[in-house]
């Protein structure tokens, strides 16, 4: 089992940044890739960026964040990071972290929310 407990999120205007945070405890060793999705209002969940923690340079991000969203990994705190900048109205959504293990099962954080409004 692995859990997540993500932190960051909140309201900020066309333009702006914020930076998430999750840290992962639990079963690190089962860990294959760690990422993000996020869930807009009447939409589904999408992937926004995801990378192998044996591979951290290797991120797949969605083409709608490409550029402007970057994310890392820090293996010695077992948490994932995104940092977004240039934010959009279109951007606004909860973001879920997103664990991956070595058997494909999928952990999830509670979810935070992002707003980008003016």
């Known amino acids: 089992q692995v859990q997540l407990v993500e932190s960051g999120g909140g309201l900020v205007q066309p333009g702006g940044s914020l930076r998430l945070a999750c840290r992962a405890s639990?079963?690190?060793?089962?860990?294959?890739?760690m990422g993000w999705y996020r869930q807009g209002p009447g939409r589904q969940r999408d992937l926004v960026a995801r990378a192998p923690v044996i591979s951290t340079e290797n991120v797949d991000y969605s083409h709608s964040v490409s550029g402007r969203f970057t994310l890392s990994i820090d293996s010695a705190k077992n948490t994932v990071y995104l940092q977004m900048n240039s934010l959009e109205p279109e951007d606004t959504a909860v973001y879920y972290c997103?664990?991956?293990?070595?058997?494909?099962?999928?952990?999830w954080g509670q979810g935070t929310q992002v707003t980008v409004s003016s």
């Open positions: 639990g079963d690190i060793a089962s860990i294959y890739a």
């Open positions: 997103n664990v991956k293990s070595l058997r494909g099962r999928d952990y």
